[in-house]
């Protein structure tokens, strides 16, 4: 997992509000976030850190490019017990 914070690219945040706004569940156009009432706090995004937990969990996987540049992921090793991650 990716522990260094940094600055967002065009790029990735574009890629974000794409994502939000075609695969959320909690995402409305009118309301903005349906869960928290407010708007969506993955579009006040400027840096790599914390992460909507729907957005991390349900969202992101969608764009596995994306995923492994803001959460990391290729780097990690199997377990030597059970073989899993």
């Given amino acids: 997992m990716n522990d260094v914070q940094r600055e967002l690219t065009r790029k990735e945040w574009s890629a974000i509000k794409k994502l939000v706004e075609s695969s959320c569940a909690n995402y409305c156009r009118e309301h903005g976030c ?42 990690t090793q199997p377990c030597a017990n059970c073989g899993k991650c």
């Fill in 34 to 75: 349906l869960k928290l009432n407010d708007t969506c706090y993955m579009f006040g995004k400027c840096c790599t850190g914390s992460y909507c937990k729907y957005f991390k969990a349900a969202v992101l996987p969608l764009d596995p490019a994306l995923e492994v540049a803001l959460i990391g992921g290729g780097d």
